[in-house]
Each structure stands twice: as C-alpha cells, then as structure tokens.
C-alpha cells in the first residue's frame, strides 16, 4: 500500500515550456487535491476533484489544467510555466473515515521555473 | 473565505512544553486539524477536533479549542529533537471537503 504517489520529485523548466505533474492513490478515495506550497504561505488550492469525473477550481487555478483520469489518477499540467509557478506541489487524497475527512499528502514535486 | 494565522517560528528546548497557536475566522468551521511536516516531506495528520470539543489529548498532544475567541493551540510535551517540523492548523467546515491551511509554524528543539 503506497499511499498517494507524485511523480516527478524534481523538475526544472524554463518559462513557457509545458509540463504534466502526475499523482496516484491507491486507497480507493474518491476525493483527489492538488495544492502550492510557498514559503510562509501554507499550502494553497488550486484544483480538486469530489469524485471520478468531476474537478473544480481551489483558490489559485490560472496557469494551470487538472484531469482526473480515472479514480486512481488526478495529474496537473502547466501549459506555458512562469516563474511565479516555482514552488513545491503537493497531491492529496481523502475519504469519510472516523466521521471526518482525513487527508493523506504525497511526497510534494520541487518545481523551479526559470 | 477563511483566514487562518499562525506563527511563523517557535523554538524551545528538549523536554519542555511546546504550544502552537492558530486564530482562524471563520465561526462554521466544524473539525479542525493539526498537520506535521517534516523536511522534505508531505503532511501527516497529526490529530484533529470536533467543533464541539473543548480539549482532546492524545498521548504527547493536546489540543485546546476556544470556539468563542476562534484560537487552537497545540501542545507538545516533553518535546523531543523528531518533533522539530512545520506545524499546520487547518480548519474546515462542514459543508465541503476542502481544507484552509495557516501559514504553519516552524518548530526548532534545542538539545
């Protein structure tokens, strides 16, 4: 049981170049998150997705697209990075459990945009 | 929307109490969380409160609510060198699923 996976660990691009964060979940959790961590600044949201094929916007979703591909995966991708996207990125998974929503975190990708 | 202060910094020394403090602002929030991070690491759920709870202890952790004043806190005793981390309180309401992180506060334990 590996919990809530992220791929890559690290990445670096340059502006307007395009990637895709990926994350996976292997406790059947229907709720899938994705958050920005900035220094001082907690953990912001930027898209989530209630269940398989639904997704909505967090606080901070412009500059980025999110998919859930199935109940497993839910990826984020940056069509064209800018340096105010450099951060570390966190994926989160939760579920009903104990009568409250308790959320498991991936490791996080270190994102550097220069 | 919710706003959540923490502060950003707490040191102390091995084997004393350490208290954490979180005001957030919104009066709906119904459970609210306590997440440890480690460095280089994601969140773990430390422990959490229902909104109807005044104090809930969990082996080294307590954790105090004070619904009327919007203020959490968080004490560690006997704090050890492993609990040095980022400390984040979360609120969260009733309606949504969705999670407000504070700032969170970086604990240093002196030996």
């Known amino acids: 049981n590996a919990g809530v996976t992220q791929t890559p660990k690290f990445q670096v691009l340059k502006t307007g170049q395009s990637m895709t964060l990926q994350c996976a979940q292997d406790m059947n959790h229907n709720s899938m998150y994705w958050y920005r961590q900035d220094p001082g600044m907690g953990l912001r949201l930027i898209y989530y997705?209630?269940?398989?094929?639904?997704?909505d916007k967090g606080e901070v979703p412009n500059g980025y697209n999110v998919s859930r591909l199935n109940k497993r995966e839910f990826s984020l991708r940056l069509e064209s990075a800018a340096p105010s996207q450099t951060s570390v990125y966190f994926c989160?998974?939760?579920?009903?459990?104990?009568?409250?929503?308790?959320?498991?975190f991936g490791p996080g990708t270190r994102l550097t945009v220069t | 929307g919710e706003d959540v202060e923490q502060s950003l910094f707490l040191s102390v020394r091995e084997g004393d109490s350490s208290v954490i403090n979180c005001t957030y602002t919104?009066?709906?929030?119904?459970?609210l969380y306590w997440y440890k991070q480690e460095p280089g690491a994601g969140l773990q759920l430390l422990t959490y409160i229902f909104s109807n709870m005044d104090m809930k202890q969990d082996q080294r952790l307590t954790v105090l609510l004070n619904k009327k004043d919007k203020h959490l806190s968080l004490r560690i005793a006997d704090t050890q060198t492993g609990d040095s981390a980022i400390y984040f309180c979360?609120?969260?309401?009733?309606?949504?699923?969705?999670?407000?992180f504070g700032p969170g506060t970086r604990l240093s334990v002196l030996p």
């Open positions: 919104d009066s709906s929030s119904t459970y």
């Open positions: 997705s209630a269940s398989e094929g639904t997704t």
């Open positions: 979360a609120p969260r309401d009733n309606y949504g699923q969705n999670f407000v």
């Open positions: 989160a998974s939760s579920e009903l459990a104990r009568g409250t929503y308790e959320q498991y």
